[in-house]
């Protein structure tokens, strides 16, 4: 039985524009594990699919739009641009966090405005839009929310792990250190986990599709949690 309200998949569909043929995989989009049950699946897959999605269209994006830059300035434009902070962004552009489904604690507890959520959602939004309309449709969906993010910095963004290395010699931490612990998929498409750590400061574990990718973004979570960490003290 289709329960997904006819109002909330309007809102939805203006909100990526695109009429859903199967309006199920756009409600399985916006469903949080902690309303998933009988007949009702949460974002988890989509957001895998997602995440695979966005990180090849944003790399087309950039390949295609600073063609005298090098690999590795084109790798630290694209890991600032699929960071979960820039993810969570786009989701409050959208107004996504209205339409998550979740249980009433999760809702009471804040998780509805929580970045790892809106970052997950926009991304299992990105997977429903792949296997509903193609990669035209997801590709087009991400262009129209990233360009801007990516024209707004005429140079690359700094790298991260510079940034934290400095942060943590400026301050007497050890320099940071970065591990692969885990390596999975195809050749040609990896996930690779890397930790990083700054002792005193603390510890990450981040995916990514190459080594360089998760640890730069390792770094910018760590450096996320100096930010937090002076701010409290």
């Known amino acids: 039985m289709n329960t997904f309200d006819p109002a909330e998949r309007e809102a939805l569909e203006a909100l990526t524009g695109h009429e859903f043929g199967n309006p199920g995989l756009l409600e399985q989009a916006i469903t949080h594990r902690s309303a998933a049950g009988v007949g009702r699946h949460g974002y988890e897959r989509l957001e895998?699919?997602?995440?695979?999605?966005?990180?090849?269209?944003v790399a087309w994006m950039v390949f295609r739009s600073f063609p005298d830059e090098a690999e590795g300035k084109l790798s630290?434009?694209?890991?600032?641009?699929?960071?979960?902070e820039t993810l969570?962004?786009?989701?409050?552009?959208?107004?996504?966090?209205?339409?998550?489904?979740?249980?009433?604690?999760?809702?009471?507890?804040g998780t509805r405005d929580s970045d790892t959520v809106l970052a997950d959602v926009v991304e299992a939004l990105i997977g429903a839009l792949y296997l509903d309309g193609g990669v035209d449709t997801a590709f087009a969906f991400v262009e129209?929310?990233?360009?801007?993010?990516?024209?707004?910095?005429?140079?690359?963004?700094?790298?991260?792990?510079t940034r934290l290395q400095e942060w943590a010699l400026a301050r007497g931490y050890a320099l940071p250190s970065y591990t692969m612990v885990d390596k999975v998929g195809p050749a040609h498409a990896p996930t690779i986990t890397v930790e990083a750590v700054?002792?005193?400061?603390?510890?990450?574990?981040?995916?990514?599709?190459?080594?360089?990718?998760?640890?730069?973004?390792?770094?910018?979570?760590?450096?996320?949690?100096?930010?937090?960490?002076?701010?409290?003290?």
Not at 48 to 57: C, P, Q
């Open 198 to 233: 700054v002792e005193g400061l603390g510890t990450v574990s981040v995916e990514g599709p190459s080594r360089r990718v998760a640890e730069q973004e390792a770094a910018g979570q760590l450096l996320d949690m100096s930010l937090n960490k002076e701010m409290a003290s």
């Open 48 to 57: 895998f699919l997602g995440d695979r999605v966005l990180g090849m269209a």
């Open 144 to 161: 129209r929310h990233w360009t801007e993010r990516m024209t707004a910095h005429r140079k690359p963004p700094r790298d991260a792990k």
């Open 76 to 84: 630290m434009r694209l890991v600032e641009l699929v960071r979960k």
């Open 88 to 109: 969570a962004d786009v989701a409050r552009h959208l107004g996504l966090g209205d339409h998550i489904v979740m249980s009433r604690g999760e809702a009471q507890g």
